[in-house]
């Protein structure tokens, strides 16, 4: 406004002092001093702690909270930072600007924080300084810790895990569940056992966490009990041992199952012959003749509580010879699947006699002539099943194929390594439970056939956290030879297996000298 109307403006300049003591040029303040004759004056960090003494427990990498809370944290972390920070004593007569980790040794038991700190001063001038506290790291065992130390089997609370079927493959996934959420952390011991596992808690709180969490993931049923231990009449102190028995359902995927009868009427009329497609909190059962499909909870099998037809064990292969789709691509329950009719013929009767069946299958999407199947022979199949004789009148499908089969593309990738793998659970196998080779090459082949699983379904890997195999090395041989490939899992799919290591941090101990003072 001035300048346009012609007026005279005198531009506005910083203007400069004197310091008080040392006599050089510096910006005006309230205390007329410069930052390093303030600095020599006043030392806000006097009073301020910088050594602390804090107590870590070795075995489960806690640091102690006084008086008894102990808190889990990481080296160099959030946590540990702030755990650091709030062990300081008289933090409140100043203001924290920042804190940061100054890097050791990770053998010196030393933990080095720096911090930035403002304080008022004299005649209202800010003074800002950076000073470094060191932490002694004491090793001490906590009390849980050393409990387990001191007897590994004086557990508190134990959860019976059981599955009455002839295979581990509902372990096998499950472990990768409680590996992907940590639920198993607080178990102080792993057990396998015949037909499941058993864990072991130091306290009770931690087992009911481990059954609600196995609640939420597969359809089970427990009980728990209590045992007296010893007692304390003038306390009026008791010590329990406490047991859960928790039983999974013994339906699994790919296993044919007859309904009941009073069970597909509530369901409108669904099957009776049905196949188990997926397994969580609940059932899901498909009919591969007509596609519908349902789902069962928990409490709703355990009211019928009926068992499986046939096994996937019982699986036998076929081949494909003509595939006829009838109906377009339908979306069940997540997955695709077409109507189809298709001739297929049992492998192992190639070369000694004629037989062929005409079936109705669900997998039209996938066969094509020349495919192989896995399926269930119910032609030849000997069933006891005592559902079955409950339906008077029904007329049994010779094959019910279930999915495709990649075998022959697989044998010639035998012996090759996988692109991923997995982690496992820390399990403790008793040899006296075991007969030996036998039970190996048995846990070995449903190991392996749980691995082909996680190849074909992608609905499988959701939940399971796979890891690059850093000794896998790619052939370009095999992609040429191979024609068409199995399933596989792809790449973008994998995480890598992280290792924390110690890296060189940059050096800080120079910045501790420097201060800054704000007006």
């Known amino acids: 406004m001035a300048g346009e109307a012609g007026m005279f403006t005198v531009q506005q300049t910083v203007g400069s002092v004197l310091c008080c003591k040392c006599g050089i040029l510096m910006a005006p303040n309230a205390a007329n001093m410069c930052v390093k004759c303030l600095r020599s004056e006043v030392d806000i960090t006097e009073g301020l702690q910088k050594h602390v003494i804090i107590i870590h427990c070795p075995e489960c990498d806690c640091y102690l909270q006084p008086p008894r809370t102990w808190l889990k944290a990481q080296v160099e972390s959030k946590e540990l930072l702030t755990f650091c920070v709030k062990r300081l004593k008289n933090l409140n007569k100043v203001r924290l600007i920042h804190a940061e980790f100054i890097w050791t040794e990770p053998h010196s038991k030393r933990i080095k924080v720096k911090l930035r700190v403002q304080k008022e001063v004299l005649n209202g001038a800010v003074l800002e300084q950076a000073y470094m506290v060191e932490y002694v790291v004491h090793d001490q065992m906590c009390e849980s810790c050393s409990r387990v130390q001191a007897n590994p089997d004086q557990w508190v609370a134990a959860v019976q895990l059981r599955q009455h079927v002839s295979h581990r493959r509902t372990?096998?996934?499950?472990?990768?569940?409680?590996?992907?959420?940590?639920?198993?952390?607080?178990?102080?011991?792993?057990?396998?056992?015949?037909?499941?596992?058993?864990?072991?808690?130091?306290?009770?709180?931690?087992?009911?966490?481990?059954?609600?969490?196995?609640?939420?993931?597969?359809?089970?049923?427990?009980?728990?009990?209590?045992?007296?231990?010893?007692?304390?009449?003038?306390?009026?102190?008791?010590?329990?041992?406490?047991?859960?028995?928790?039983?999974?359902?013994?339906?699994?995927?790919?296993?044919?199952?007859?309904?009941?009868?009073?069970?597909?009427?509530?369901?409108?009329?669904?099957?009776?012959?049905?196949?188990?497609?997926?397994?969580?909190?609940?059932?899901?059962?498909?009919?591969?003749?007509?596609?519908?499909?349902?789902?069962?909870?928990?409490?709703?099998?355990?009211?019928?509580?009926?068992?499986?037809?046939?096994?996937?064990?019982?699986?036998?292969?076929?081949?494909?010879?003509?595939?006829?789709?009838?109906?377009?691509?339908?979306?069940?329950?997540?997955?695709?699947?077409v109507m189809a009719d298709a001739q297929v013929a049992r492998v192992s009767d190639f070369g000694k006699n004629d037989t062929m069946f005409m079936v109705r299958t669900h997998l039209g999407h996938l066969l094509n002539a020349g495919d192989y199947a896995l399926g269930y022979d119910l032609h030849a199949a000997n069933s006891n099943d005592m559902e079955i004789d409950k339906y008077k009148g029904l007329v049994m499908p010779e094959v019910i194929l279930v999915k495709k089969s990649y075998e022959e593309t697989r044998q010639k990738k035998r012996g090759k390594p996988r692109a991923w793998k997995l982690k496992s659970l820390p399990i403790e196998v008793d040899a006296s439970d075991t007969r030996g080779r036998a039970d190996e090459e048995k846990m070995n082949k449903e190991y392996e056939q749980f691995l082909r699983d996680l190849e074909e379904q992608p609905e499988l890997r959701f939940n399971i956290s796979l890891y690059r195999n850093k000794e896998y090395q790619p052939s370009e041989m095999a992609s040429v030879t191979d024609g068409e490939d199995a399933p596989s899992v792809p790449l973008e799919e994998l995480l890598d297996d992280l290792k924390l290591s110690d890296e060189e941090g940059d050096d800080d101990d120079d910045d501790l000298d420097d201060g800054g003072m704000q007006e």
């Not at 992907?180 to 931690?206: E, L, P, T, Y």
């Not at 509580?305 to 064990?313: E, V």
Request: hydrophobic letters at 40%.
């Open 171 to 337: 372990f096998f996934y499950l472990e990768q569940l409680i590996l992907k959420h940590d639920a198993a952390v607080r178990a102080i011991r792993i057990k396998q056992m015949d037909r499941g596992i058993d864990f072991f808690f130091a306290n009770r709180s931690h087992a009911v966490k481990f059954v609600e969490f196995i609640q939420k993931v597969v359809p089970v049923k427990s009980r728990n009990d209590k045992q007296l231990v010893s007692q304390d009449t003038k306390s009026n102190n008791y010590n329990y041992k406490y047991t859960f028995s928790v039983e999974i359902c013994p339906i699994c995927r790919e296993d044919l199952v007859c309904l009941p009868p009073k069970l597909a009427t509530s369901l409108g009329n669904l099957g009776p012959l049905v196949i188990c497609t997926k397994i969580s909190n609940s059932i899901a059962l498909l009919d591969p003749l007509t596609l519908r499909h349902c789902f069962l909870d928990a409490e709703q099998y355990w009211r019928a509580s009926f068992t499986s037809l046939l096994s996937s064990k019982q699986l036998v292969e076929y081949v494909v010879l003509d595939v006829d789709p009838i109906s377009s691509e339908v979306n069940v329950g997540g997955s695709k699947y």
